[in-house]
């Protein structure tokens, strides 16, 4: 480690654990060292990123005995089939309980040897080095893990905390700018949940960031894993204000599900998912006109979408969000804004004003 | 609930849970309502079970929204195919977060249907209505969960532990006496590990208990879940002392594994486990001929077999012995006793004794 990481703890008693960002952590056997306790590592990476940082993971992880899983890459890969995959390889190599797996990649890639890693032997050891903006500022805190199934995204899966996160800002150089901006989606989101100054601060460094300086991206990864932290320290298991996380998802997940996993980007999705938060918000008179418009702006100067693909139509979106995880007791439940920087989880919003933000929205009054 | 119903707290902080013990239980709607919080019940239980007790578990549950899936019969089925097959039926009922997953059945139902709760939609509610001894005294109790893989026993689930679960007595009546006897393997077992005075019981008992008798069933289970509840309460993630509800264990999966699953009931391999574990405690001065012979004895009379089927040799058996889960840091590790009602995990012991008894063991030196 050196003098510009940054280490912050997430605090859930007995699974605590750290997270490491700085340039270059990947290839420092330290960290490595420090949080895994066995001998046995199943590095768990993908076709785009093995090329890229295995060898200098492996090279760090000197003295275990690894064994390797490169899955191909994308979204539409988030399956049981492709689980199934990690765990026949840690049986094949005759990995015991004491293992650890450790997720070199993405959000995929986390999500998948996470939920691999819950359930080898009822539970191993995880490790998670993301090496997306996405995933370093999202699916390393919160413990979420899972796949998806042709019914629903993420439909299958636990809550399973890693032993430590690896989020090397330096892994963000060979990042393509889709990606870039998939994961400047999720640091908006940060913003706009409960972050004011964070939301402001955004507006004024979002060329920077998309120009990846360092110190710019280093401040937000830091911030979104603080107020992501926060969230999910006072409730670890998503009953109450977690759900908060999921702002831009419900619409989110209903756009990715239509246009075919993989199709859309997470991020884009979900970035899409904000706007039209946003817009039902101004629907229901809890955000103005001004605050709508500055949300719509930060995405869009994200280079995200503002609105859903014109052929899902508003009819296929409520389909598609009434099976999604987030419906309780048979209600809808949306996360909305009330004013800029605060958002809250409520199912108390009229089904037309949300049917008309489904048909209406990017369609014609507003963008 | 009736004046005989008896019930026992399994003691895990926020995760306790209660074990009603009793004739006709599984009929009562008033425990059901106690422990069923959100109105969407998924019943699980298999081809031999539904036609028996189906029916009075859904009248029980008269008022919540029901759906229900059932399984075709044995271990060969405890597979990812239909752990599947509930989690479809799950997003097909579409149900939510806040429904139950309620296991009636043995305990490889109870297995599946606790991991399709476990991972479905990140976990959702538990309730198990074990309906053979062996789970009733077994599974029902340290919330272990999984289904088979074809390299491995049990080798992927979770802990996972239920709202609460109903020990119906009653339905012990229509269980086959091969059936009866493998549950009988798990009760010998919690004499063996740390209760002598149960053992000893049990040598005055095994009659009144092959009859099926009301009050010794009833004691027998009662016992083996305390012993079991306290074993568990004390260790839930099984680091340390839980490992000695294993015992019999390891030789048993190589037995299952050896023969194909399915072939042998779990409680028979296990049977022929602990008589292995005796024969190894013994030629390792541990155990005297006369405790390795009342062992043997109890076994017998429970009607279970006391060796390994003459197919498989000693060489397969460490083979398969070698992959199993309690294979730790490359040692394997074992359960042996330590005169009787006194037993203790270990990896300290001569593998040439090991390999006498898998060798020798029920094919000439002893049996």
Request: net charge negative; charged share 20%.
């Amino acid at each position: 480690m050196n003098a510009v990481t940054k280490t912050l703890t997430v605090d859930l008693g007995e699974r605590s654990y750290p997270i490491y960002i700085g340039p270059g952590l990947l290839g420092d056997p330290r960290i490595y060292r420090e949080h895994i306790p066995g001998r046995q590592v199943m590095v768990v990476t993908n076709e785009t990123v093995a090329p890229l940082y295995l060898e200098r993971v492996c090279a760090a992880l000197g003295g275990y005995q690894l064994a390797r899983v490169i899955l191909p890459d994308g979204e539409r890969y988030k399956s049981l089939e492709i689980w199934q995959r990690i765990i026949t390889a840690l049986l094949e190599a005759r990995f015991d309980r004491q293992c650890t797996v450790l997720a070199l990649g993405g959000g995929v890639v986390g999500d998948m040897a996470g939920f691999a890693a819950a359930s080898y032997q009822r539970g191993v050891n995880f490790v998670q080095v993301p090496t997306t903006l996405l995933s370093q500022v999202d699916s390393s805190v919160g413990g979420k893990t899972g796949v998806n199934h042709p019914l629903g995204k993420n439909m299958i899966g636990a809550f399973y905390q890693p032993r430590c996160v690896i989020a090397d800002t330096a892994s963000l150089d060979t990042l393509d700018d889709r990606q870039l901006s998939a994961g400047l989606a999720e640091v908006i989101k940060y913003g706009l949940i409960d972050d004011l100054p964070f939301f402001e601060w955004l507006e004024r460094n979002m060329e920077p960031l998309l120009a990846r300086e360092a110190d710019a991206l280093s401040h937000a990864i830091e911030r979104s894993c603080l107020d992501k932290a926060r969230v999910v320290a006072a409730d670890e298991l998503e009953s109450g204000r977690r759900a908060l996380l999921n702002l831009g998802h419900t619409f989110g997940h209903a756009i990715e599900t239509g246009m075919g996993y993989g199709e859309w980007l997470h991020g884009e999705a979900v970035a899409v998912g904000m706007c039209m938060a946003a817009d039902l918000s101004r629907r229901l008179g809890w955000f103005d006109m001004d605050a709508q418009a500055r949300v719509v702006d930060l995405v869009a100067r994200a280079r995200l979408p503002v609105a859903p693909p014109p052929d899902l139509d508003g009819a296929r979106l409520l389909e598609l969000m009434a099976v999604d995880k987030k419906v309780q007791q048979g209600r809808m439940r949306l996360v909305l804004m009330q004013g800029m920087g605060h958002s809250l989880v409520t199912d108390q919003f009229d089904s037309g004003l949300l049917r008309a933000t489904l048909s209406g929205y990017g369609r014609n009054d507003v963008c």
